[in-house]
């Protein structure tokens, strides 16, 4: 080969990004793959606006099929986003026999599967390594580093706007709204933040590791959501208190055959070592029977970051074009997909109630987790100033979902229970 | 291919792992290679020694021969370690066409460059993933996971033994003897702890990742090592009064063209991740020119951790083996070796002194640091109890190696100077 041609659909803060790494590190992919590497053609949406790139002429197009169908182009990076029409884009490019480098976790999370059929189909390769937190070569690792293990669990801090409005709650006592706020002026939030406080935008990098940890096809419906939006300083300083760190946790586990997967705020011990990652950072813990706990660690998000992913997967492509082997490396799940139900998750949970300031009120609740077979860890009691209310706030020992749900239901229904202010899953001990 | 033949050579700690990883997630690895995969041979000191192991007979063997010329195996592990012998089983095992895994650092930190050359030339693939790192998939990570970057630092705690014996020392005050005493009996240490406590094995380490990370063929006599026998109670007292965590840390630097390669005990600003990598566990941070900072985490030994490393190395060989592409992916060092001299080094340095209790003593300090242009960050002085002398602690802002030794040299001439009790390296702010 003389040289390799690369199209992009996407030229916004992930396609500038892989522009900037394949310029200046030319040298160093040129070294490793044996021939120079050039962006072709570039789709974007107004060829004439201002671009601070480094481009020759006549690369942009506003035509995805100049991009897509152009016979010189080896390799086409999608980093435009959306679902539906860009998957037609992606079909007819591996229709053309392309190879494929995509940044897009929505379109992997709901289209993967049908997607990398097509691309084993006509022999090209699909890669989506950008998808998943960022910069950290996590896809890569499950599938190739701990390729000889069995992975258990995977707990993930994959969303970079949550974790630093969470850290920013934790560490300075605001409240949501106000750290929402300020993270939407600092850029790190986008105006219409709901995919990420809501928690979505998490759940579909979870059904991509779980797919790929688990060997089994998850999608976003398999994955239960819940977002930060509730999330209060005073559940906060409850954390602080008892020794915890609020994250916004992935959570895949798998039980023999069956699996869970879950995207919720949850306390985890201080100990575990993703309670430390802070700010816009990402993690993703792994646990394997052979290996034991490891720890990815990166940026999630940002121009440069995401691209030396994508840039990372280009050059497996153009190692794979060398040496003749593209479209071979994706592997069929090999299980099919089993889901636990709510009497087989099992957790430690944290209950903040608001309870009339009355005797006997502390025995009514407890005899209600016994009831129902979930003990406690830790219970506390404190006044509710303004109000003749009192605060009861308590975290349980193990227990299944099915059994910690039915005991809410009861407490919901107790007298002299005001309100369940808040309730998350406990995660990170031994 | 209808079955994958392995042999072994050796069956220790790792050995016996590997025989458990292949057995326990055979259905996992006949599902990626597409046949199965068995241990044929092993070599072992005693074939009449009692083994824990699932073993067919007739598979145990004394003579290394029987392993490496053995027409049906594919491919050779060697987790005996040794250098010399080892490196001579493995030469004659490439000119027999068989793969190799291998975990030892000591062979590859030497040895690595040629054994990696004489596979190319016999189109076998040599993987050493195991090496450094023991479960965390480092290597791949650097090779594939950032292949697109231009990495500029790496700083690693490699060495477990060692960890754990900081982690120790700094949480419960005791001191390096009573600590490695402990880790001895608990097996955690060997009975002689030299190179690990003296920082050889962190520095052959550090040799193999930054060979791979600077692209540069880098050997252990590159590596300025010193280990943490002369760590004193009183150093940590001080880090942690400072805001520091002492670790030993490999710290390999690129800038411009040349590079620098250490193993020291180092106190790491607390807010640095690898700060909080404790007990046995290992760490490599890694920070990209685009990608900025990441991490990974993990067992750094063990049993099943390396052998996770080992299977997953022959995972990739025999995906090779399938696709017909093995002895194609060693990427050649793309640069000579050019390394910083001491006027390059830069870094913030701890000391720690005695000194005579009396007047003016401070003043001639500070004045032979600013007469080399190094300046403070922190400065104190205290009583030392039964004698008249003085301990003075400070932290110089960033300096060359050159200026720091400079000063040291002056200082340690005098007069008042009692003592200079320890000096350290200091990193991880911004």
């Known amino acids: 080969m003389e040289s390799i041609s690369v199209g992009l659909l996407g030229l916004g803060t992930v396609g500038s990004g892989v522009v900037k790494v394949i310029q200046d590190h030319q040298d160093k992919l040129a070294h490793q793959i044996g021939c120079p590497v050039y962006v072709k053609k570039a789709l974007v949406l107004d060829v004439n606006k201002e671009r601070n790139l480094d481009l020759e ?20 990076v999608e980093v435009m986003g959306g679902i539906e029409s860009t998957k037609e884009y992606l079909v007819e490019a591996l229709k053309q026999k392309k190879h494929i480098v995509t940044a897009n976790k929505d379109l992997m999370a709901v289209h993967g599967p049908e997607l990398l059929a097509l691309a084993s189909e006509n022999q090209c390769d699909l890669f989506y390594e ?4 960022g910069g950290i070569p996590i896809l890569r690792s499950l599938v190739d ?15 970079g706007t949550t974790n630093y409005i ?3 709650m934790s560490k300075q006592g605001l409240s949501f709204d106000d750290v929402l706020a300020e993270a939407q002026r600092l850029g790190f939030a986008e105006a219409d933040p709901s995919s990420d406080v809501d928690g979505i935008d998490a759940a579909r990098k979870m059904a991509i590791l779980s797919t790929l940890g688990f060997s089994m096809n998850v999608g976003l419906g398999d994955v239960k959501v819940s977002g930060i939006r509730q999330v209060a300083e005073e559940d906060l300083r409850y954390c602080d208190q008892l020794g915890y760190t609020m994250k916004l946790i992935g959570y895949a586990h798998r039980q023999g055959e069956k699996i869970e997967v879950s995207v919720e705020p949850t306390l985890l011990e201080n100990s575990h070592p ?36 994508v840039v990372s997967d280009l050059v497996a492509i153009m190692k794979n074009m060398r040496l003749g082997v593209n479209g071979k490396s994706a592997v069929i799940p090999q299980f099919p997909k089993k889901l636990k139900d709510h009497s087989e998750i099992i957790s430690k949970y944290f209950l903040r109630l608001h309870v009339e ?3 006997g009120v502390l025995a009514n609740i407890t005899s ?28 349980t020992h193990q227990a299944s979902l099915e059994a910690y749900e039915n005991t809410l239901v009861e407490l919901r229904d107790l007298g002299p229970i005001r309100e369940v202010k808040s309730s998350y899953r406990v995660e990170g001990g031994k």
Do not use: C, W
């Open 145 to 159: 580093g701990l390729s000889s293990d069995r992975i258990t669990k995977m707990m993930g801090i994959v969303n």
């Open 274 to 309: 993703l309670s430390a990652v802070n700010d816009e950072y990402n993690a993703v813990y792994v646990y394997g029977e052979a290996v034991g706990e490891t720890m990815f660690y990166g940026p999630g998000a940002g121009s440069l970051p995401t691209a030396t992913a």
């Open 357 to 359: 300031d009355e005797v």
């Open 57 to 76: 002429s006549g690369i942009l197009t506003a035509n995805p099929y100049d991009v897509i169908q152009d016979p010189e182009i080896d390799i086409v």
């Open 166 to 168: 969470l850290t920013k």
């Open 130 to 133: 950008a998808s998943v937190a």
């Open 368 to 395: 209600i987790f016994s009831k129902h077979g979930v003990g406690f860890e830790k219970i506390m009691q404190n006044p509710v100033h303004e109000q003749r209310l009192a605060e009861v706030v308590l975290v």
